[in-house]
């Protein structure tokens, strides 16, 4: 038993930020993110909008296409780095908003949440616990990054994502790894200050970044997986439709393409949204579904914090 994609969905903040922009306020210009990074504007949350409600946008549009009632979904899972609230899960208010009454819970796996998502999802239908699940990708980086380090708040930007699963016939291989101990502090925010008067702990909680370690690490670790699931399946990159990959860097999809070929096969669109996390993959999925045909065979695929790296082989 395994699963198919029948609907997505995004949300995304109204405000479209610029390199233009960022160069007007810090030391930084569209020159050196466009050729460093690829990227050339950005959405970013106003203060007048939530996270729960591009969310929601995000789900109801895929539940729409997916011709799914609400009532029909048995599991909801989000992955985000943090939604609007610490508690509670963002996961029980998108339930709340679309009036879904079933097992929800949040995913905190950074960029690769999208991928865990599925694989959770995988396993409640493998179980037969679930029939039909709504996963939901929605992350606000521009909350996390500390907006007077140029080498990393140029790099991310806000965004919502979704998709509506259901059991099928073709299962979906996956490939997943943690390194742990090995390297993940090269990424990573502290939960921030806290004012216990028993302990001093301090810290800005704003996201740290070693570019050059995790730029390293993300070419390593998308070959690997790429290679794990293509072994799994005893296919051969050539028999791939496409390949949606975490969208951090162009450098970094340009490297995949250096070691697989075919640059037709990894589309991209990191150029629009910067680096949105988790919400990465299934945005592009969302924008570029209109290319794929039933039965096409994707794999998707993420590396960040963790360092965890995941990607799935699945049929369109
Ligand atoms: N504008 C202008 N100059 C800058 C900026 C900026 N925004 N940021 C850094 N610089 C400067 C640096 O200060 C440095 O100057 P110096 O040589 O005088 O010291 C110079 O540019 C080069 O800096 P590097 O860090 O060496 O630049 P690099 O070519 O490595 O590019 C980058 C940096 C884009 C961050 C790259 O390392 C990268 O993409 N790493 C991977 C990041 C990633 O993929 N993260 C994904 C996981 S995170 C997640 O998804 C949640």
Known sequence: MGLKIIGTGCGLPEKIITNNDLAAIMDTSDEWISQRTGIRERRILSAG???????????????????????????????????????????????????IDCITLDINMACCGFLYALHTANAYFRAGMAKKALIL?????????????????VLFGDAAAAAVLEQADSEPVFSM?????????????????????????????????????????????????????????SLT?????????????????????T???????????????GNTSSASVPLLLHEEKGNFQRGDKLILCAFGAGLASAACLLEW
């Open 137 to 153: 990708s929605a992350e606000a980086l521009s909350r996390l990054t500390d907006w007077r380090d140029r080498s990393t708040c």
């Open 49 to 99: 909008e939530s996270l729960l409600e591009l969310g929601t946008k995000a789900a109801g549009e895929a539940l729409a296409e997916a011709k799914t009632k609400a009532e029909e979904i048995d599991l909801l899972i989000v992955s985000t780095i943090g939604g609007d609230y610490k508690t509670p899960a963002m996961s029980c208010l998108v339930a709340g908003e679309l009036g």
């Open 259 to 273: 070691r697989f070929g075919h640059p037709e096969k990894f589309p991209h669109n990191i150029e629009h949204y």
């Open 177 to 233: 790894q943690v390194r742990g101990k090995d390297g993940w502090e090269h990424l990573h925010a502290l939960r921030g200050t806290d004012n216990c008067p028993f302990n001093d702990f301090e810290d800005n909680g704003f996201l740290h970044m070693n570019g050059q370690d995790i730029y390293k690490f993300a070419v390593s670790s998308i070959t690997a997986r790429i290679h794990e699931v293509l072994e799994k399946c």
């Open 237 to 257: 990159i050539e028999d791939i439709d496409k390949v949606l990959l975490h969208q951090a860097n162009l450098r970094i999809i340009n490297g995949a393409i």
